[in-house]
């Protein structure tokens, strides 16, 4: 892939137990020896493996760490990723803010599939049939059936494909580096066909109606949608995939372009001189990599002499690697000659060694992986915590338990403040904040924090990285809900350095999963 230009990011963007982090931190290793160019990851865990492993690898923040606001990426940032893939969910104004405050690049979906939940924060595979999306291995119920009576056949939950071919020049002007065509599980002619239209839009071409249909071939759900991006959001998003005979000519002419077509190929300068003294090969890349051989010199022609036209030519003939002669220079002293032997054999070294050199990155030390802290957690029965959804749960009975912690969400507790006051006198109340909260919600959160924060609740629980600022912003303490999506000690501990008071583990674990994690900060499981 180097050879060719082309960087390798490396998705470790599911969740790992403490008994895969062995495993985890081997495929790390090898990739970095391997000389990948960037790691694209969810798990608070992964990512400190990847700093302590490969520091001088850059990290890429997964679409499944559900970052969908400014506040997120500045977070990410701190931790050191140097890229951030946002939420698909999205509107384009959105995007062009986080763009425009963002300490690190940013990447956005611009074709495939959507889903009902946000990346991350879907539970429904793992609920239905223990097959958690988190841990790669979503069985897309949300493209199934559902409904009763005469309801029944309907798909509520399947959204069309998104497509954003018509923006990429917007795109680009917002600030975003990277578009990133969703191709999981798809067919080779699947990436050729929606790889070669976005490339030709990106370069500015216009999108034709031949270049949609293409798409439309290529794998569509009843069209495709931009509903996210231009907010405009409703039912014209839903769609199917809708089964029929496969186009088997569409199919074969998908494949000539990568089975029978090398392109792109990297355009490279070739200067060469010929003199009676020797001959000299000099060829550069376009990063600037140059190779300079030394062959025989030339001969007197006996018949027609060598002209810098013909040797041009000769030297020009690439075929079989991956470069093209975009600049050729020649020289020969004139009367000379040289062999096509000579020549190709100048050229074959000088292109082997810049393969070599464009194959090769630098080398950087790679580190051990660090066996995360232990921490015993509580000698002690566990504590009783209740999380409420409306006010009337909350009950004489309810609070007669005394449960250790009421959840109460944040928007009961800001609408009725002598309702608040009076509950932080007979309970300790932490507000439940929403596990969404886009950039233009904040404010408002902001205000309802400060509100209640005076009426006696001190501390607030998030179940998104991108609410950690603004609740330290409100002077407030942290505990960690679910959506965090804790899976090992790693990310655990990650959670002890925010300083949180507590970390409600995810609910995909299993019994021993749970117990092998170190508790480094008191942790929670639902019931």
Not at 51 to 79: D, E, F, N, R, Y
Request: charged share 20%; aromatic share 6%.
């Amino acid at each position: 892939c180097h050879i060719w230009g082309v960087a390798v990011h490396l998705t470790l963007n599911t969740l790992v137990s403490d008994k895969e982090t062995a495993e985890a931190a081997e495929l790390i290793r090898h990739a970095a020896m391997s000389g990948v160019d960037a790691f694209i990851v969810q798990d608070l865990g992964i990512l400190q493996l990847c700093k302590q492993i490969a520091p001088h690898v850059p990290i890429h923040g997964s679409t499944q760490m559900s970052i969908h606001s400014l506040p997120g990426v500045q977070l990410c940032a701190a931790w050191g990723l140097s890229r951030v893939v946002l939420s698909r969910e999205l509107s384009r104004e959105e995007i062009r803010y986080i763009c425009a405050n963002s300490p690190i690049e940013i990447e956005v979906f611009g074709h495939g599939a959507l889903c009902m939940g946000y990346s991350g924060q879907c539970y429904l595979s793992a609920a239905i049939g223990g097959r958690s999306g988190n841990r790669g291995r979503c069985a897309q119920p949300c493209r199934q059936s559902y409904g009763y009576g005469r309801w029944q056949n309907t798909y509520p939950l399947s959204l069309k494909d998104n497509c954003l071919v018509h923006d990429l020049q917007a795109l680009e002007a917002m600030g975003v580096t990277s578009v990133k065509i969703e191709g999981r599980m798809k067919r080779a002619e699947y990436v050729a066909a929606v790889t070669g239209v976005y490339a030709q839009a990106a370069r500015g071409g216009e999108v034709t109606p031949f270049m949609m249909e293409q798409l439309h071939t290529a794998f569509n759900r009843q069209g495709f949608t931009d509903g996210y991006f231009k907010g405009q959001t409703g039912a014209h998003m839903f769609g199917t995939r809708q089964e029929g005979n496969e186009d088997k000519a569409w199919c074969k002419a998908m494949r000539q372009t990568y089975e029978t077509t090398e392109n792109p190929l990297v355009p490279i300068s070739m200067e060469m001189t010929v003199t009676r003294e020797g001959s000299r090969l000099t060829v550069t890349d376009p990063e600037g990599r140059v190779c300079t051989v030394e062959g025989v010199g030339g001969e007197e022609a006996r018949t027609l002499p060598l002209t810098d036209g013909a040797l041009e030519e000769r030297l020009s003939k690439t075929g079989g690697t991956p470069y093209y002669g975009a600049k050729v220079y020649a020289h020969i002293t004139p009367g000379l000659t040289i062999s096509a032997a000579a020549i190709n054999g100048l050229r074959r070294e000088a292109l082997n060694r810049l393969t070599v050199l464009r194959a090769r990155r630098q080398s950087a030390p790679i580190g051990r992986p660090k066996k995360p802290l232990t921490f015993p957690g509580l000698r002690k029965a566990p504590t009783f915590t209740v999380q409420v959804t409306t006010r009337e749960q909350i009950t004489v009975s309810l609070l007669k338990m005394h449960p250790a912690v009421l959840y109460v969400p944040l928007h009961i507790l800001a609408e009725d403040s002598d309702f608040c006051r009076d509950l932080t006198r007979v309970v300790k109340v932490c507000a439940v904040l929403p596990r969404i909260v886009h950039d233009g919600q904040i404010s408002q959160l902001l205000r309802q924090l400060l509100q209640i924060k005076l009426l006696g609740v001190e501390e607030a629980l998030v179940g998104n990285l991108g609410l950690v600022i603004p609740v330290r912003e409100a002077g407030m303490e942290l505990r960690g809900d679910f959506g965090l999506n804790l899976y090992n000690s790693g990310s655990v501990n990650a959670i002890r350095e925010l300083e949180m008071r507590s970390a409600c583990l995810s609910f995909e674990m299993t019994l021993p999963q749970i117990r092998d994690v170190s508790k480094a900060v008191p942790c929670e499981i639902l019931s």
